[in-house]
């Protein structure tokens, strides 16, 4: 156990439904970073939260939206999904903004069908 | 698109070798991680080498950094069946934010 707890751990959904990804960060980490993988794009960085705040975006669609609440756990919206969002999306917390090593959730595997 | 490349992209070994894998990387950085997945698993943080650095050990890990020449190696001596995973490595940029990119990775097979 890594520490950084992720829900669920699969999820099958069908094509323009919408759902909501959960991430608690290891204890005493205040940032949470959102990775999405794919079987042919590797493991892209979507979004950063420090604190509560938004601190950085990446490969983030407009579809996707995230947020960090005041207990630091932090949640991924999904909308208006598609086949090709099918994929592993990763969370993982580390102490501060600055990044040393991750520690990384076991992951949610989305299925959109 | 990808900071770091991971070469090879597959690789398979036996048990008892030794095993390298090198990254290159395009944009200066301000350290530079390597991770190690399991099959349909979460990455786990192996080392961090800062780019002051030139080499660094953990256990039977020994991972190099040239930023001359922008590329990391990774080698695991003595491997073991338990080493089969992909690994990445990540590189942390300059600046005032230090998004941390992975590569793709690099698929070990280690054959008992």
């Known amino acids: 156990d890594s520490g950084v707890t992720q829900t669920p751990k699969h999820l099958i959904t069908a094509t323009g439904q919408r759902v909501t990804l959960r991430c608690s960060p290891r204890?005493?980490?205040?940032?949470v970073y959102w990775y999405q993988q794919s079987l042919d794009q590797g493991l892209q960085f979507l979004i950063q939260?420090?604190?509560?705040?938004?601190?950085a975006k990446g490969n983030i669609l407009e579809r996707f939206s995230a947020q960090q609440f005041p207990d630091l756990h932090s949640e991924l919206n999904l909308s208006s999904l598609e086949l090709g969002d099918s994929a592993l999306y990763f969370c993982?917390?580390?102490?501060?903004?600055?990044?040393?090593?991750?520690?990384f959730g076991s992951g949610t595997r989305l299925t959109v069908v | 698109s990808q900071q770091g490349e991971e070469d090879p992209q597959a690789l398979s070994i036996q048990e008892g070798e030794n095993a390298t894998m090198n990254c290159s990387y395009k944009?200066?950085?301000?350290?530079l991680q390597w991770y190690r997945q399991n099959s349909g698993r979460g990455l786990v943080h192996l080392i961090l080498?800062?780019?002051?650095?030139r080499e660094k050990h953990s256990g039977r890990l020994r991972v190099t950094l040239d930023t001359s020449k922008k590329s990391s190696s990774l080698l695991i001596t003595a491997s073991r069946a338990a080493d089969t995973a992909s690994y990445f490595c990540a590189t942390a940029g300059g600046g005032g934010y230090q998004k941390v990119t992975f590569g793709i990775g690099t698929k070990l097979q280690v054959i008992p």
């Open positions: 204890s005493g980490d205040l940032s």
């Open positions: 993982a917390s580390s102490p501060q903004t600055a990044p040393g090593g991750y520690t």
């Open positions: 939260y420090y604190n509560g705040e938004e601190r």
């Open positions: 080498i800062r780019s002051n650095e």
């Open positions: 944009t200066s950085i301000n350290n």
